[in-house]
């Protein structure tokens, strides 16, 4: 898991939902980094933060009160 510069469906999950968890966020990054490499790290953090902006719009639009 996590050998590779390309994610699997199950590997975004856990990357989705460890990211914001703060201690686990610090280690975490840092395995991926010294894994698959500084460049690939930063450019699924920038596709994770889509998926982030995406999901609160969709909140925001659809489940507003």
Avoid: C, H, Q
Wanted: charged share 10%; no cysteine; hydrophobic share 70%.
């Amino acid at each position: 898991m996590f050998k590779s510069k390309d994610f699997l469906w199950y590997e975004w999950v856990i990357l989705f939902f460890v990211t914001p968890i703060p201690l686990v966020n610090i280690a975490f990054l840092i395995f991926l980094i010294l894994r698959i490499g500084l460049l690939p790290t930063l450019k699924k953090l920038l596709i994770l933060l889509i998926i982030y902006v995406v999901v609160t719009l969709f909140a925001l639009m659809f489940l507003s009160f």
